[in-house]
């Protein structure tokens, strides 16, 4: 008796069939991961937001409540994210032009990057941002793709997560600027 195969195909083919789709769906995940999307947050989240508690890489630990009067964007990233790497630039013209109204917090969420990493990361670089850790609030925030920012009001009100950029420097400079535009002390 013969022995069938799955829908008559090789062992040679279905290997082949099964690399492909793995490859596509990694594909579709980075894409979906790297795609600008805004996550809507439930109050649950937005509570941990505000209270969450940020280890600084010497050692610290601050909360929102310290840039109260600010905008604060939580950009989660970390060394090995092509957008991420992209998008910081961006951020650090924000923070000079805007030193007096907003604030940068970038958040590793603790993935792949250690406090190490980072702190070679930021003396590199030298962005005028505060790096942070936050893997619980990544966790509470069920964060599966990063960049993922949360934009917090000077007040310190939750606006918004958004994912993703859109890739265009200049027109994620106008998204941001708009947010900080809006919700700063000092208009």
Not at 34 to 63: E, M, R, S, Y
Not at 101 to 120: E, I, Q
Not at 144 to 157: C, E, F, H, L, R
Request: proline share 4%; net charge positive.
């Amino acid at each position: 008796m013969n022995k069938i195969s799955t829908f008559g195909k090789s062992s040679k083919t279905m290997k082949i069939m099964q690399y492909v789709s793995t490859l596509l769906l990694a594909v579709l995940f980075t894409v979906s991961a790297c795609a600008q999307g805004q996550p809507q947050l439930t109050d649950a989240q937005k509570t941990a937001i505000q209270q969450a508690k940020f280890k600084t890489l010497d050692g610290k630990t601050v909360t929102l409540a310290d840039y109260k009067g600010k905008v604060v964007i939580l950009d989660f990233w970390e060394t090995w994210c092509g957008p991420c790497l992209k998008f910081m630039p961006t951020l650090d013209k924000l923070a000079n032009d805007y030193v007096d109204d907003f604030v940068v917090l970038a958040v590793s969420p603790g993935w792949d990057d250690s406090v190490d990493d980072v702190k070679a990361f930021s003396k590199e670089k030298g962005y005028f941002f505060t790096h942070v850790f936050a893997p619980e609030l990544a966790k509470d925030l069920r964060i599966m793709g990063i960049p993922y920012k949360v934009y917090v009001a000077a007040d310190g009100t939750v606006i918004k997560a958004q994912m993703g950029i859109t890739g265009n420097p200049d027109v994620d400079y106008a998204e941001v600027e708009k947010v900080i535009k809006a919700y700063k002390v000092s208009k």
